[in-house]
């Protein structure tokens, strides 16, 4: 069955950077997009954007360009996104999602907390 | 495009049919999912396309609407559906609506 098995919680500084992971299970890596889409109690959900896993083509959502960089390793099936120069704007629970259009696989989630 | 869900919380009995309304910022062709959110779960994917039921999830819960304005419609609320509900467009890009708690009176 299809799986997305995000890394676990992360604990940052302010001005520092993260790096999350999304490993795919259960299907072929590079037949699907990969999404990534924040949510916070305030600003509810938020799409960040995108990366091509056959080609490693990316969009990103305007307000997060600059934030965040898509990544992908197709040898071990996982996506990866990093979160550069952390505000405490930033404490979130990321997801991955699979799907290019509705999202019907998505990661557990990673809870990202920036405090210093 | 911007998505308003309506309302924001909502309070219904077992048994009860429940109505949440979705309005897009411009008209986005039926490209409309809903999603159940349960405490600190993943939203889960129950309607696509506006008003296809996806796999898995049961018949109670349907979608309808057009153009703007579209329905996500529970025929017979049960407890298991306490959670927090969001629409989602994906006519242009993506964006998500600021969700319905929907909760037991």
């Known amino acids: 069955q299809v799986q997305l098995q995000q890394s676990g919680a992360e604990l940052a500084k302010p001005g520092s950077s993260v790096k999350i992971s999304c490993k795919a299970s259960?299907?072929?890596?590079?037949?699907?997009?990969i999404s990534w889409i924040k949510q916070t109690t305030g600003q509810g959900l938020e799409y960040i954007g995108y990366?091509?896993?056959?080609?490693?083509?990316?969009y990103y959502n305007e307000k997060f360009k600059g934030k965040a960089t898509l990544t992908v390793d197709k040898s071990s099936s996982t996506a990866f996104m990093q979160l550069s120069s952390l505000t405490p704007e930033d404490t979130a629970v990321y997801y991955c999602?699979?799907?290019?259009?509705?999202?019907?696989?998505w990661g557990q989630g990673t809870l990202v907390t920036v405090s210093s | 495009i911007q998505m308003t869900q309506s309302p924001s919380l909502l309070s219904a009995s077992v048994g009860d049919r429940v109505t949440l309304s979705c309005k897009a910022g411009?008209?986005?062709?039926?490209?409309l999912a809903w999603y159940q959110q349960k405490l600190g779960e993943a939203p889960k994917l129950l309607i696509y396309?506006?008003?296809s039921l996806q796999t898995g999830i049961p018949s109670r819960f349907s979608g309808s609407g057009s153009g703007t304005d579209y329905t996500l419609t529970i025929s017979s609320l049960q407890p298991e559906d306490v959670a927090t509900y969001f629409c989602?467009?994906?006519?242009?890009?993506?964006?998500f609506g600021g969700g319905t708690k929907l909760e037991l009176k």
């Open positions: 990366i091509n896993t056959g080609s490693g083509g990316t």
């Open positions: 999602a699979r799907d290019g259009g509705w999202f019907a696989y």
């Open positions: 989602q467009q994906y006519n242009s890009w993506w964006t």
């Open positions: 259960g299907y072929t890596f590079t037949s699907y997009d």
């Open positions: 411009q008209n986005i062709n039926n490209y």
């Open positions: 396309n506006a008003n």
